[in-house]
């Protein structure tokens, strides 16, 4: 079977939604990983209800998660408990 999360990218220049917890390395940056859509909805909603106009949730697998945290260069995910709160458990790859 296979996962598949939910991301958040920006419209205008294609990065992705990250956490950035205070952490010893300033430049650690955490994917954020939604289970499903109406979450990462949920999470614009809330949280950037202004510009949410400026972003768009796109699936992945785990498959095309792995390449992108490569590709970026992400020190891990951030996935999303709740959305409303947040609440982000963090996984270091």
């Known amino acids: 079977m296979v996962e598949i999360h939910y991301l958040i990218r920006s419209h205008s220049d294609g990065q992705y939604l990250v956490a950035r917890p205070r952490v010893n390395d300033e430049k650690a940056a955490f994917l954020l990983l939604f289970r499903e859509h109406f979450e990462a909805l949920s999470y614009l909603n809330t949280h950037a209800a202004d510009i949410r106009d400026r972003f768009g949730v796109e699936s992945a697998s ?9 590709r970026w260069g992400f020190t891990g ?9 947040p609440r982000i458990q ?4």
Not at 79 to 84: F, Q, R
Not at 90 to 93: A, I, K, M, Q, W
């Open 77 to 85: 995910v951030g996935l999303v408990e709740d959305p409303l709160i």
């Open 62 to 70: 785990q498959t095309q998660l792995k390449s992108i945290i490569d």
């Open 90 to 93: 963090f996984l270091s790859t």
